[in-house]
C-alpha cells in the first residue's frame, strides 16, 4: 500500500511543485542500503521503511516534505540516531526503537524499528522541548496518505517566506486517518496518544524490553561513583577533587528556562546547587526526592544564568515517596 501512496506522491509533486520534488533524493540501493541495516542492529527497519528509501533516500537541506519538516537522508538519520543514543546514555531520554526520518530544528517524527522485523510501525511526533513524545499515525503509509492528502488540497501556506502546512487541515486529515491519535499543547490528552520519554513504566512492554537494558548498562557504568552527601560534595567541589557522584536529597529550589535549570538539592548536611539540562529539569517538581548523578562543572559551558552552579546532573531518578534524609557518606 505504500508503494501505491509514494508513487502518486512523486505524480503530484512532479505536476504541482517540481522544485519540491528536484529535492528528493535518488533511491538508496540494495547494497547502500546494507551498512544502514548494519548500523542499527540488532533492530530493523520495518517494510515500510525500506520501501520509503527505495523510493526516495530522503531530501537534500533545501527540501521540506511536510514543511517545514524535512525527510532525512540516511547518512544524516543514522547519525542522528546514534546521536540520540549518546544522549540516552547519559539522560535515558530516548528508546533505541525510535528512529529519526523528518526534522525541524531538533523537533522530530520516528518511527519504531524492530525485533524482529515488522511490516509496518506506528509514527511519533516528538518535540525536542517536550517531555513527551505523541502518536501521529499507525504507520508511514497513513503518514504519507496524509502528505499527499495535504498538498492535493493546497494545505501548503507561505507566511514570511516560511512554508509550512495549514494546522488546521493537518488535525481534519490525520485524525480521519487515525481517529485515535491526538496532539495538542492546549488540550487535554484523552487515551493512551502520548508517551513520556522518561517514565518508562508506562512505555509499552516492546520500549520496555530494550529500554531496562540500556538503563542496566547505565548504571553498571556508573557503578563506581560514590554515593555523597551535600556536605561532602561541596567539600570535593571546592579541592578541586569531585569528578561524578551521586547525591540524595530533595529539590529546595528550582529556577531556570527553556535553557536549563538550577537546582537546589537539599539533604540532611545542607544544600548545593546543581545544573540540570533541559531533558532532566523537565522532570523535576520543587519538594520532591531524587537520586543525581552529578558530574564536575565547566564553567565555560553554562549560561551565566547557571553561573553559581557547582555540579551538572546527568541523571536523575525519583526516591521512593518514603525518602526522609541522608544517604551518602560523608
Given at each position: 500500500m505504500?508503494?501505491?501512496?509514494?508513487e502518486?506522491?512523486?505524480h503530484w509533486?512532479?505536476?504541482?511543485d517540481?522544485?519540491?520534488?528536484e529535492t528528493?533524493r535518488p533511491p538508496?540501493?540494495?547494497?547502500?542500503?546494507?551498512?544502514y541495516?548494519?548500523?542499527?542492529?540488532?533492530?530493523h527497519?520495518p517494510?515500510?521503511?525500506?520501501?520509503?528509501?527505495?523510493w526516495?533516500?530522503?531530501?537534500?537541506?533545501?527540501?521540506?516534505?511536510f514543511?517545514?519538516?524535512?525527510?532525512?537522508?540516511?547518512?544524516?538519520a543514522?547519525p542522528?540516531?546514534?546521536?540520540?543514543?549518546?544522549?540516552?546514555?547519559?539522560?535515558?531520554?530516548?528508546n533505541?526503537?525510535?528512529f529519526?526520518?523528518?526534522?525541524?530544528?531538533?523537533?522530530?517524527?520516528?518511527?519504531?524499528?524492530?525485533?524482529?522485523p515488522?511490516?509496518?510501525t506506528p509514527?511519533?511526533?516528538?518535540?525536542?522541548?517536550?517531555?513527551?513524545l505523541?502518536?501521529w499515525?499507525?504507520?508511514?503509509t497513513?503518514?504519507?496518505?496524509?502528505?499527499?492528502a495535504?498538498?492535493a488540497?493546497?494545505?501548503l501556506?507561505?507566511?514570511?517566506?516560511?512554508?509550512?502546512?495549514?494546522?488546521?487541515a493537518?488535525?481534519?486529515?490525520?485524525?480521519?486517518?487515525?481517529?485515535?491519535?491526538?496532539?495538542?499543547?492546549?488540550r487535554?490528552?484523552?487515551?493512551?496518544?502520548?508517551?513520556?520519554?522518561?517514565?518508562?513504566?508506562?512505555?509499552p512492554?516492546?520500549w520496555?524490553e530494550?529500554?531496562?537494558?540500556?538503563?542496566?548498562e547505565r548504571r553498571?557504568?556508573s557503578a563506581?561513583?560514590?554515593?555523597?552527601?551535600?556536605?561532602?560534595a561541596?567539600?570535593?567541589?571546592r579541592?578541586?577533587?569531585?569528578?561524578?557522584?551521586?547525591?540524595?536529597?530533595?529539590v529546595?529550589?528550582l529556577?531556570?528556562t527553556?535553557?536549563g535549570?538550577?537546582?537546589e538539592?537539599?539533604?540532611?548536611?545542607?544544600?548545593i546547587?546543581?545544573f540540570?539540562?533541559?531533558?532532566i529539569?523537565?522532570?523535576?517538581?520543587?519538594?520532591?526526592?531524587?537520586?543525581v548523578w552529578?558530574?564536575?562543572?565547566?564553567?565555560?559551558?553554562?549560561?551565566?544564568?547557571?553561573?553559581?552552579?557547582?555540579?551538572v546532573?546527568s541523571?536523575?531518578?525519583?526516591?521512593d515517596p518514603?525518602?526522609?534524609?541522608?544517604?551518602?557518606?560523608?
Open positions: 505504500i508503494r501505491i501512496i509514494l502518486a506522491l512523486d509533486l512532479n505536476h504541482h517540481p522544485r519540491l520534488a528528493l538508496i540501493t540494495k547494497a547502500g542500503l546494507k551498512k541495516t548494519d548500523a542499527v542492529g540488532p533492530f527497519f517494510q515500510e521503511a525500506l520501501t520509503l528509501y527505495h526516495h533516500n530522503g531530501q537534500e537541506a533545501s527540501g521540506e516534505l514543511a517545514p519538516y524535512r525527510f532525512l537522508p540516511l547518512d544524516e543514522v542522528l540516531y546514534q546521536e540520540m543514543l549518546a544522549l540516552n546514555a547519559q539522560l535515558g531520554s530516548w533505541p526503537l525510535w529519526p526520518f523528518l526534522d525541524f530544528e531538533g523537533d522530530l517524527f520516528v518511527y519504531e524499528l524492530g525485533t524482529p515488522q511490516p509496518d509514527v511519533y511526533f516528538c518535540p525536542s522541548e517536550d517531555p513527551d505523541y502518536v499515525t499507525r504507520n508511514l497513513q503518514f504519507f496518505e496524509l502528505i499527499l495535504l498538498f488540497q493546497g494545505a501556506i507561505e507566511t514570511e517566506g516560511i512554508r509550512e502546512m495549514d494546522p488546521d493537518v488535525d481534519r486529515i490525520r485524525h480521519s486517518l487515525c481517529p485515535t491519535a491526538h496532539y495538542s499543547g492546549k487535554e490528552i484523552e487515551g493512551v496518544t502520548y508517551f513520556s520519554k522518561f517514565a518508562t513504566a508506562h512505555w512492554s516492546r520496555k530494550v529500554g531496562t537494558q540500556d538503563t542496566t553498571q557504568r563506581n561513583r560514590a554515593l555523597l552527601s551535600v556536605q561532602a561541596r567539600t570535593q567541589v579541592r578541586g577533587v569531585l569528578e561524578e557522584a551521586i547525591l540524595q536529597g530533595t529546595a529550589r529556577s531556570g527553556l535553557g535549570a538550577l537546582m538539592l537539599s539533604d540532611q548536611t545542607g544544600q546547587p546543581i540540570c539540562p533541559p531533558p529539569a523537565r522532570e523535576l517538581y520543587i519538594r520532591a526526592s531524587y537520586e552529578v558530574e564536575r562543572v565547566n564553567p565555560a559551558t553554562l549560561p551565566n544564568l547557571f553561573s553559581e552552579a557547582m555540579l546532573a541523571a536523575v531518578q525519583p526516591l518514603s525518602f526522609t534524609g541522608l544517604q551518602g557518606q560523608g
